[in-house]
């Protein structure tokens, strides 16, 4: 059983546009979540992270939201750029070695 | 510039073949961890290396194996292949003790016949 899931395998956005990528997961001992960028042909690339303590984390056109109540997390990019084109993949952990990964939405930005 | 390699890019067995599969990452990192992705599923932790010789059963370590005799180097065994071990196979590697991200390995494709 997942314990974390990403409900929608793919999301098309225009380019400038705000893409917003979702992440559910169920256990309420999680403290720690993550998101990945995977490019074909490469492992995935570690992109932001948020811990539990917090519910908002920016890293320039990056933002995580962390909604705890509703156990939900979402990526925002804002604007969209063409090279943001790729599969997305949310992780969390309750130990510091234990993590647990989505399925990956796939990301296309169109110019 | 960090770096994990895997040996393969692309792997063909046929079944009941022994297969391994190698991971080298240059950080010298303690942690060191082989996952399966596969589609729908995302990224399924088979085994976890917490130092040398020192492993723990992921979620999914059945018909698999691994060795690490050394820091650098984890392998991950399929002791007799069989064709639902057909994916893609990554490694990754991390410091100790922090929920520092982890370093990722570009994968082996294994396809077993």
């Known amino acids: 059983d997942q314990q974390v899931k990403q409900n929608s395998p793919s999301l098309s956005v225009q380019e400038g546009r705000i893409s917003i990528l979702n992440c559910d997961y169920t256990?309420?001992?999680?403290?720690?979540f993550l998101w990945y960028k995977k490019y074909p042909a490469e492992g995935p690339t570690f992109l932001i992270s948020i811990s539990s303590i917090k519910d908002k984390n920016e890293d320039g056109r990056f933002t995580v939201f962390l909604n705890k109540s509703a156990k939900h997390l979402s990526l925002h990019i804002v604007p969209s750029q063409p090279g943001d084109s790729a599969v997305y993949f949310c992780?969390?952990?309750?130990?510091?070695?234990?993590?647990?990964f989505g399925s990956g939405t796939k990301l296309n930005v169109k110019p | 510039d960090v770096k994990v390699t895997q040996s393969s890019r692309y792997l063909v067995k046929r079944t009941g073949e022994k297969v391994f599969l190698e991971c080298v990452q240059d950080?010298?990192?303690?942690?060191m961890f082989w996952y399966r992705q596969d589609p729908g599923l995302g990224l399924r932790l088979i085994y976890f290396?917490?130092?040398?010789?020192?492993?723990e059963k992921g979620d999914i370590p059945e018909g698999y194996s691994v060795s690490r005799e050394k820091k650098e180097r984890f392998s991950l065994i399929l002791e007799s292949a069989s064709t639902n071990q057909t994916s893609m196979y990554l490694c990754?590697?991390?410091?100790?003790?922090?929920?520092?991200?982890?370093?990722f390995g570009p994968g082996t494709r294994l396809t077993v016949l």
């Open positions: 950080m010298d990192h303690e942690n």
């Open positions: 992780a969390a952990s309750a130990r510091v070695y234990k993590f647990y």
């Open positions: 990754a590697s991390k410091i100790a003790g922090t929920t520092d991200t982890q370093y």
């Open positions: 256990n309420s001992m999680f403290d720690y």
């Open positions: 290396s917490y130092d040398v010789k020192m492993k």
